[in-house]
């Protein structure tokens, strides 16, 4: 099953870049599979809208059906909901009972700590901070000199290495232990500031996009998310 025992860590699932019109730049490449991501769950969630608790962003949650409750990551990458193995093999699934959100900054990237922070107090109060297992923050940011679509797992509080969005978490969630995802995007030939800059900002190639927002990296990044949800953060 996807989450097994030990029951899942309620997760919230964020991502960061800048609005429109640098939506579909490299820098916002979380923002980008966030939204792929969005759209392969095998529970459907609700579009992504504003919430009171969770300001300065937007959030989808699992979409409420009648009767049982799954948890909307089973079933992708292992036995469970989106599996046909014919009807006479029952198959265990969780019921949703540990939350798994989504969040979407709203902020410019070099100053999207201020939401970050806001959106994890806003989920620590819904699940309570004193749960057990505890409330998981996952971060998914762009990731300068990784290959484009490349997937590195980190324990938040390392080093953001010049990477502004991660230094401004830095400075609102001081000391917070969180996990990040960093997507790879490449790098320009340059390493100049401005033709650093120049390049995260410009719009994704064709390719680019369509490695952004492909299958593959969209089950990476759920392998990866379920691996933290059991309990395998980099911190440990």
């Known amino acids: 099953m996807f989450f097994s025992s030990p029951p899942s860590h309620p997760l919230l699932l964020a991502s960061i870049g800048n609005p429109r019109p640098y939506k579909t730049t490299l820098h916002s490449a979380g923002h980008l599979v966030l939204e792929a991501l969005h759209t392969r769950l095998p ?3 609700s579009p992504f809208s504003p919430d009171r608790a969770y300001p300065k962003g937007v959030i989808s949650r699992p979409e409420k059906r009648p009767g049982p409750q799954y948890n909307p990551l089973h079933g992708l990458l292992g036995s469970g909901v989106g599996e046909k ?10 019921r949703l009972d540990d939350p798994f ?6 902020l410019l990237m070099n100053v999207s700590g201020e939401g970050v922070s806001a959106a ?12 057990s297992p505890a409330p998981i923050l996952v971060v998914l940011h762009d990731e300068l000199e990784k290959p484009l679509g490349s997937l590195t797992v980190r324990d938040g509080l390392l080093s953001p290495k010049g990477h502004n969005g991660l230094k401004s978490i830095a400075k609102h969630l001081p000391g917070e232990k969180y996990v990040r995802i960093g997507i790879g995007i490449g790098r320009p030939k340059s390493r100049d500031p401005e033709e650093v800059s120049r390049y995260v900002l ?8 369509q490695v952004l927002v492909g299958k593959e990296i969209g089950l990476g990044v759920l392998e990866k ?6 309990g395998k953060v980099p911190w440990k």
């Open 101 to 106: 959100l989504l969040w979407q900054s709203g």
């Open 120 to 131: 994890w107090r806003g989920f620590k109060r819904e699940v309570g901070a004193d749960k």
């Open 85 to 94: 193995e014919g009807e006479e093999k029952k198959l265990e699934v969780r």
């Open 202 to 209: 410009r719009k994704c190639t064709d390719r680019e996009y």
């Open 43 to 45: 529970q459907p969630f």
């Open 225 to 230: 998310v379920r691996e933290i949800g059991t």
